[in-house]
């Protein structure tokens, strides 16, 4: 690994500390029981050093969401180039709320119910999620779709799982017994809409 990897994996592992210790404590404690001092100190970090990777404590509670998301679209598995946009943009939705990413983005709203100054970042982290959908969406099509095209598919898409993200949608986990859709349930859902329409 070259020298600027190193740099760039070291900084990577500090801001995943910070920002695990950072959502850590306001599970524990709520967003009001701690201070940037104990994300640092459970970290194992500096102020200065939490100072150069987040702005305040909202921010690094949201960090692990924003880690996952970037994770999510580096790890995306494989898809054949001859798969239809919408089966592929459904491959997209699906990793992204795999790997715990749901569960965490339902137990950040519940942590802004409480804490409304959670909320900016909150809506940040759904606008990347949204965001990085439509980088990657333009990036598959390429000029096979109009970008408008690209745009309305990803935002109906995007726009539907945004009511599961802010919880209008329930939604169950594996060994969840609740009232709601599995993932796969609503993801089915939701893409046959688009397909064929309602």
Request: aromatic share 6%; glycine share 8%; net charge negative.
């Amino acid at each position: 690994m070259t020298e600027t990897g190193l740099r760039e994996a070291k900084r990577r592992a500090t801001a995943h500390a910070l920002a695990e210790a950072a959502f850590d404590l306001a599970v524990e404690r709520g967003v009001d029981g701690f201070t940037i001092d104990d994300v640092a100190a459970r970290a194992g970090y500096s102020r200065r050093t939490f100072a150069n990777h987040f702005s305040c404590k909202e921010e690094a509670i949201t960090g692990l969401a924003v880690e996952r998301l970037r994770e999510g679209l580096e790890t995306m598995p494989e898809v054949p180039e001859d798969t239809p946009l919408l089966d592929w943009l459904m491959a997209l939705a699906r990793h992204q709320l795999s790997g715990g990413m749901l569960p965490l983005l339902q137990q950040l709203r519940h942590l802004a119910v409480d804490h409304h100054g959670l909320e900016p970042y909150l809506a940040d982290v759904q606008l990347q999620i949204r965001r990085t959908a439509q980088d990657a969406v333009s990036a598959r099509a390429g000029s096979n779709v109009s970008r408008l095209s690209s745009h309305i598919l990803v935002g109906a898409a995007y726009g539907a799982l945004m009511a599961v993200l802010d919880g209008r949608v329930p939604i169950r986990h594996p060994g969840d017994t609740s009232e709601g859709l599995t993932v796969d349930e609503f993801l089915t859902t939701v893409f046959t809409h688009l397909r064929r329409g309602f």
